[in-house]
T-cell receptor, first 110, second 113 residues
Framework: SQQGEEDPQALSIQEGENATMNCSYK?????LQWYRQNSGRGLVHLIL???NEREKHSGRLRVTLDTSKKSSSLLITASRAADTASYFC??????????WGAGTKLIIKP | DGGITQSPKYLFRKEGQNVTLSCEQN?????MYWYRQDPGQGLRLIYY???????QKGDIAEGYSVSREKKESFPLTVTSAQKNPTAFYLC????????????FGEGSRLTVL
């Protein structure tokens, strides 16, 4: 079953600009996570936000969660070439597994 | 350094053959997972294990088998019964079962010739 859906599917911006990607989900959650995947590599955990949190920061990353709209956004400020990757959100639909979106492919142009 | 090691990174298989993908972790994590990733799609859970000698089917377990004889190891066998096995396979672990942070290996790309 697929719950998280990222938007946009692809995003191309100039280095130094901010990148925003969104994730929507369908049912109530306890937490939502964001991961990054470089091409052909494994996923790396970026940040986890709980349902009672509205905003969380980690370095150049800012994640917001709006449980009333069942949506989350990931903002990457002052983008760099190394930020080029796919970004996935994952929600906890059940007690035993995460449900993943299809991802946003981010390209940072030099 | 602690982490998850998957091997091989690339694997080619002829139709009708079984292949086994290795996943080893030295993070002392209880839970381990196998995911399949196809282009343009999210991860889909194949099998997971929350403790040694126990594992559960995920959403797409048909044509796959696993074992968990040691805490550190969770190999995945792609059997000839899997109709469309060409994909990128990812192994992950977490400190305990449930839906907390996952740590991933670098993946194994299987191609059926």
């Amino acid at each position: 079953s697929q719950q998280g859906e990222e938007d946009p599917q692809a995003l191309s911006i100039q280095e130094g600009e901010n990148a925003t990607m969104n994730c929507s989900y369908k049912t109530s959650i306890n937490n939502l996570q964001w991961y990054r995947q470089n091409s052909g590599r494994g996923l790396v955990h970026l940040i986890l936000i709980r349902s009672n949190e509205r905003e969380k920061h980690s370095g150049r990353l800012r994640v917001t969660l709006d449980t009333s709209k069942k949506s989350s956004s990931l903002l990457i400020t002052a983008s760099r070439a190394a930020d080029t990757a796919s970004y996935f959100c994952a929600t906890d639909e059940s007690n035993y597994q995460l449900i993943w979106g299809a991802g946003t492919k981010l390209i940072i142009k030099p | 350094d602690g982490g998850i090691t998957q091997s091989p990174k690339y694997l080619f298989r002829k139709e009708g053959q079984n292949v086994t993908l290795s996943c080893e972790q030295n993070l002392n994590h209880d839970a381990m997972y196998w995911y399949r990733q196809d282009p343009g799609q999210g991860l889909r859970l194949i099998y997971y294990s929350q403790i040694v000698n126990d594992f559960q089917k995920g959403d797409i377990a048909e044509g796959y088998s696993v074992s968990r004889e040691k805490k550190e190891s969770f190999p995945l066998t792609v059997t000839s019964a899997q109709k469309n096995p060409t994909a990128f396979y990812l192994c992950a672990s977490s400190r305990q079962g449930g839906t907390g942070e996952l740590f991933f290996g670098e993946g194994s790309r299987l191609t059926v010739l």
